[in-house]
């Protein structure tokens, strides 16, 4: 059965620095998401992606972040200088029926920032 | 805003009880979705919900979507081990297909 994976599945990094968080969506969908969950709390959306743009953002998704899809396979999330309050598993989700359909969510990349 | 309240935060239930969680919104909603959170796993689809009253079923796991669209309840009937997990209902606002989940209910199931 098709998934999505992610990678990588755990990344530790310091305060101020860059990361990139890899998503391969499955192969022939259309919608992707990105959501984070802090531990012991809900999920919480950060941004939806179509048509190689981003076609929602939340109010987490700051000018800190950035989505890309390089290429026809890889869906990234990249926070440019992380904080301590970015420590959270990231999900990345992807649909391919439309929207308002049913979200397949990766494994998640727990990120930690010290 | 947009934005569900769910209930209870916490269920813990012995084997072969029913269990009950409820997702309420103060706005009408389009449709809805549950998703199942095993013990540091990642959602999982259930089921979506798209007509006002609509009732489905999987299993042993009843989904109901209220007459005002406004709610919406799953309910496990003899639950088991294997439910173990948090349940979060997910309205999907707009067009974009974002998820929006409620707090979720943790279910703890003991034998």
């Known amino acids: 059965e098709p998934e999505v994976t992610q990678t990588p599945s755990h990344q530790v990094t310091q305060m101020g620095q860059e990361v990139i968080l890899r998503c391969v969506p499955i192969?022939?969908?259309?919608?992707f998401y990105w959501y984070r969950q802090i531990l012991g709390q809900k999920v919480e959306f950060l941004v939806s992606?179509?048509?190689?743009?981003?076609?929602?953002k939340s109010e987490i998704f700051d000018d800190q972040f950035s989505v890309e899809r390089p290429d026809g396979s890889n869906f990234t999330l990249k926070i440019r200088s992380t904080k301590l309050e970015d420590s959270a598993m990231y999900f990345c989700?992807?649909?391919?029926?439309?929207?308002?359909?049913?979200?397949?969510f990766g494994p998640g990349t727990r990120l930690t920032v010290t | 805003g947009q934005q569900v309240m769910q209930i209870p935060q916490y269920q813990h239930v012995q084997e072969g009880e029913d269990f009950t969680t409820y997702c309420n919104s103060s706005t009408t909603l389009s449709n809805i979705q549950w998703y199942k959170q095993r013990p540091g796993g990642h959602p999982v689809f259930l089921i979506q919900l798209v007509k006002s009253g609509e009732v489905k079923k999987q299993k042993r796991l009843t989904f109901q979507f209220g007459e005002a669209k406004k709610n919406s309840s799953l309910h496990i009937t003899a639950t088991q081990t294997t439910d173990v997990g948090t349940y979060f209902c997910a309205p999907i606002y707009n067009q974009g297909g974002k998820l929006i989940f409620g707090q979720g209910t943790e279910l703890s199931v003991k034998p």
């Open positions: 992606f179509y048509n190689n743009e981003i076609s929602e």
């Open positions: 989700a992807s649909s391919g029926e439309g929207a308002a359909y049913e979200q397949y």
């Open positions: 192969s022939n969908h259309l919608y």
